[in-house]
C-alpha cells in the first residue's frame, strides 16, 4: 500500500529528529593533528566577485606528496553559497583570478605549455562564461607579474619585467657561447632573496589589447613600476614607482598617473619623503586616488601604513587614518557612493575590517572576534567578499553583508572535522621594565589544569609583524605532541602602535629579549610551564632572537634557531638589507661599537649551553645561510651539541612540501630529545 502525503511526511520527520542522535552516535573520535595532515590542509585565497554578483572565484593550493610540489586552481562559489564548481584542474597552476567587468571572462595567470612556453613566464589567459577550455591570451616575453581590466573589457595593462641577455647566452654579443656569462653588478642592492643578483633589469608597464592582440610597452625609464590600476573612464592608468636618480638608495615610491597610451609621460601625484604604496585605489568618480603612506624612510623596518587619498588633479594629500596607530592593509575599496573606504586593520592579535569616510576621523570596525580577514574584494551592492579565518579554522571565503560575516567556501571542513585541535587563549605578561606584552598561548587538547607542561616559545619573524588568531599548523602540530607553545608579540611587533613598533630601532636583541623572558617567567608564575623543560625557537626574526636569547638566559633545555644571524656584522653586504642597516645602524666603519653591540650573541657564543639546531635555505639571501653556520660552528667549537641542516635550493622560506615536513619532523625531535627525558 502507498504511504499517505501526510503520514510520509510525518515519518520522514521522525528520521530526520533521529538523524542526528543516531549521527551523533555514530560519529568517530576526533584525533590528534598529525604530519601526514600538513599535506592534506588545502590553502584558500584571492576571492573575486563577478560583476553581476552571482559568483565568487578564488584559489585553492594543494599538495602532490608523491611529485612533492604544490599546485594551485581556481574554483568559484555561487553568492549564496548552494553551488561550488572546480573550474581548472591542471598540473601547472593558476593564480590572479580577474573577471572582466562586462561579465563574459575570467582571466588567470598561469605558465603552461611545452618547457620553451613556459620560460616566457605566466601569461594571461581567459576562460569564457559561455563555456568552452581556458584560451592563452598573451605570449609576452618575460611573463606577466600583474594585471588588470580596463572598464570597458577591451584592454589589459599588465606589468612585464626587462628580458635578461644571459638566458641566451649563445646570443649575447662578445660572449655567444652556452656557458653562463659572469654575472657583472654595479647597483647599491645588488641582491635579493628569490630574485637573485640584482642587473639593472627592471618592471614595466604594458598595454595590451583583448581582439588584437597586439601588447604596446608604455613605461620605459630605468626602474620598477607595479600595480597599475585603470581609470573609472579608461583614460589613465595609476601606479607605483620609486624613480628617484638612484632607487636603490631611497625607500620613496609615490603613486604616479599616465595616459594610457605609448610616449605619454608619468606624473607624481605624491611627493612624501618615504614610501606611498599599495594598489592605487580610484573613487568612483575619478577624481581621487586612496593608496597607503608609511613612515620617513630611516623607519623602514617598521612601517605603520596609513590609509591617504591624493587628488588627480594635482595638490595635497589627506592622511585619514593619521589617529589610528594601527597599520592598515590589503585593498583599499571605495564605496559606490565615493563616501567611504574599507581596508583590514592589524589590532593586538586580530585583523578586522575597517571603514572610514573621506573626511577622516573615527574607524568603524566592522568584524569583531578573535579573527583575521585579507584579501576583500567589494561587490556592486556594497557587499565585501574577503578571506577569514580563526586559530581553528584556516581561512575560507566570506561575504560580509549588513556588518555580519557568512561563510560561502568549507574547503577544509572534512579534514577539521576529524581533528582535535588544542585551545588558543590569550595570554598578558609584564616585563621587568614594567611594558605590557601581549601573546597567544595555545595548549593540547588533553590539557589538565594544575600540571605543568614542556613549554615552546615559538618566536614569529618581521620583526613587524605579529601572532595572531590565524590557523598556525606548527603551533598545533607541537601541541598535539604534548607541549604548550608560546606564541609572543614582542616590542618591534605590529598590532600595538607606533611606538611599541618603533622600540627596538638600532637596538636589536634587548627589549625583544626582555619581553620573551618575561612571558617565560609569567608562563611559568601561573603554573602551566614546567621550568626545567624549556625549549625556544623560530624562523628569520625569530631565528635571530633564537639566537640572542640563549646568548642572554641559560635555562633553554634546547633551542631551534630557523634562518637566523647572531654576527650581525657579516649580514652587512651578505643579505638584501643595505639601506636599512646603513640608515638604522650606520656604516661599519663608522659605527663599529653598535655594530659589535647588536652581534652578541656570536662574541658570546661561550654563554650558550643550549643544544641548538640551525637550519636555512641553501640559495636564501634574506638571512643568508652563514648566519647559521657562524653560529653552528661557534658552538661545534665549544662542544655544545648541535646540528646545521640546510635545505638545498631553497630560498627563505622553504617552498618544496618534503623540506616543509622535514623541518617540522626535526624540530619536534629536537625538542623531544631535550624536553621529554
Excluded at 466 to 480: I, L, P, T, V
Aim: charged residues 25%.
Amino acid at each position: 500500500m502507498r504511504t499517505q502525503p501526510f503520514r510520509r511526511a510525518i515519518a520522514l520527520a521522525a528520521i530526520a529528529c533521529l538523524a542526528p542522535l543516531s549521527a551523533a552516535l555514530a560519529q568517530p573520535a576526533r584525533r590528534a593533528i598529525t604530519l601526514d595532515d600538513l599535506a592534506k590542509i588545502k590553502s584558500v585565497g584571492d576571492p573575486q566577485r563577478s560583476p553581476d554578483g552571482k559568483w565568487v572565484a578564488y584559489t585553492v593550493g594543494t599538495t602532490d606528496v608523491e611529485k612533492d610540489k604544490r599546485d594551485t586552481d581556481l574554483w568559484m562559489v555561487s553568492w549564496d553559497g548552494t553551488q561550488t564548481i572546480r573550474l581548472t584542474s591542471t598540473p601547472d597552476g593558476e593564480s590572479a583570478p580577474r573577471w572582466s567587468p562586462d561579465n563574459r571572462y575570467l582571466a588567470f595567470l598561469a605558465s603552461r605549455g611545452t618547457e620553451d612556453e613556459k620560460k616566457k613566464g605566466a601569461q594571461v589567459w581567459l576562460l569564457d562564461r559561455t563555456g568552452g577550455e581556458a584560451q592563452k591570451l598573451t605570449d609576452i616575453d618575460g611573463g606577466v607579474s600583474d594585471y588588470s581590466w580596463s572598464p570597458d573589457s577591451k584592454r589589459l595593462v599588465f606589468t612585464v619585467s626587462d628580458k635578461d641577455p644571459g638566458d641566451e647566452p649563445e646570443k649575447m654579443e662578445g660572449w655567444k657561447r652556452k656557458t653562463a656569462p659572469p654575472i657583472v653588478l654595479d647597483r647599491y642592492h645588488f641582491k635579493q632573496d628569490r630574485d637573485g643578483y640584482l642587473k639593472r633589469l627592471y618592471s614595466h608597464l604594458w598595454i595590451f589589447d583583448v581582439a588584437s592582440k597586439k601588447a604596446e610597452q608604455i613605461t620605459k625609464d630605468p626602474c620598477d613600476d607595479s600595480s597599475p590600476v585603470w581609470s573609472p573612464d579608461g583614460t589613465r592608468i595609476a601606479f607605483i614607482s620609486e624613480r628617484a636618480p638612484d632607487p636603490d638608495r631611497t625607500d620613496d615610491p609615490n603613486v604616479y598617473v599616465i595616459e594610457a597610451k605609448a610616449g605619454a609621460v608619468p606624473k607624481a601625484l605624491t611627493t612624501f619623503a618615504g614610501p606611498d604604496s599599495g594598489r592605487p585605489s580610484w573613487s568612483p568618480d575619478g577624481q581621487w586616488i586612496a593608496y597607503y603612506q608609511g613612515d620617513e624612510p630611516r623607519l623602514s623596518a617598521y612601517q605603520l601604513r596609513k590609509v591617504a587619498i591624493v587628488p588627480v588633479a594635482g595638490g595635497d594629500p589627506k592622511v585619514l587614518t593619521a589617529a589610528l596607530d594601527r597599520a592598515a592593509s590589503g585593498p583599499i575599496l571605495w564605496s559606490a557612493d565615493g563616501k567611504s573606504l574599507y581596508f583590514a586593520v592589524s589590532d593586538d592579535r586580530v585583523v578586522y575590517v575597517g571603514k572610514t569616510t573621506t573626511a577622516g576621523g573615527a574607524v568603524e570596525k566592522l568584524t569583531g572576534a578573535r579573527r583575521t580577514v585579507s584579501g576583500a574584494s567589494l561587490g556592486a551592492d556594497g557587499h565585501l567578499t574577503l578571506l577569514s579565518g580563526t586559530a581553528a579554522e584556516p581561512a575560507e571565503v566570506y561575504a560580509l553583508e549588513a556588518g555580519k560575516l557568512r561563510r560561502l567556501t568549507h574547503v577544509n571542513d572534512a579534514l577539521f572535522a576529524e581533528l582535535q585541535l588544542g585551545t588558543t587563549d590569550d595570554f598578558t605578561s609584564k616585563s621587568k621594565d614594567g611594558t605590557v606584552v601581549n601573546s597567544l598561548l595555545v595548549k593540547p587538547a588533553s590539557y589538565a589544569a594544575g600540571r605543568k607542561y614542556p613549554l615552546l616559545l615559538y618566536i614569529h619573524g618581521g620583526p613587524n609583524g605579529q601572532d595572531q588568531h590565524s590557523f598556525s599548523f606548527d603551533r598545533e602540530f607541537f601541541a598535539a605532541n604534548g607541549y604548550v607553545v608560546l606564541s609572543v608579540n614582542y616590542r618591534g611587533s605590529d598590532g600595538r602602535g607606533s611606538a611599541y613598533q618603533r622600540a627596538i630601532y638600532a637596538d636589536w636583541g634587548n627589549k625583544e629579549v626582555v619581553d620573551l623572558l618575561g612571558a617565560v617567567d609569567e608562563a611559568i608564575r601561573t603554573g602551566v610551564a614546567d621550568p626545567d623543560r624549556l625549549g625556544i625557537g623560530g624562523w628569520s626574526y625569530g631565528g635571530i632572537l633564537t639566537d640572542y636569547t640563549i646568548a642572554t638566559d641559560p635555562r633553554f633545555k634546547a633551542a631551534v634557531s630557523g634562518a637566523g644571524s647572531a654576527l650581525q656584522l657579516a649580514m652587512y653586504g651578505s643579505d638584501q638589507y643595505i639601506m636599512q642597516y646603513e640608515m638604522e645602524i650606520g656604516v661599519p666603519w663608522k659605527a663599529r661599537e653598535q655594530w659589535l653591540k647588536i652581534s652578541y650573541p656570536f662574541f658570546q657564543a661561550d654563554r650558550i649551553k643550549t643544544p641548538t639546531l640551525f637550519m636555512g635555505g641553501q640559495r636564501d639571501f634574506n638571512v643568508p645561510i652563514i648566519g647559521g653556520e657562524q653560529m653552528y660552528q661557534a658552538l661545534k667549537s665549544l662542544g655544545v651539541d648541535t646540528q646545521l641542516v640546510i635545505y638545498p635550493g631553497q630560498f627563505h622560506g622553504l617552498t618544496t612540501p618534503s623540506y616543509q615536513r622535514d623541518r617540522l619532523e626535526r624540530y619536534l625531535a629536537w625538542y623531544d630529545k631535550y624536553l621529554k627525558k
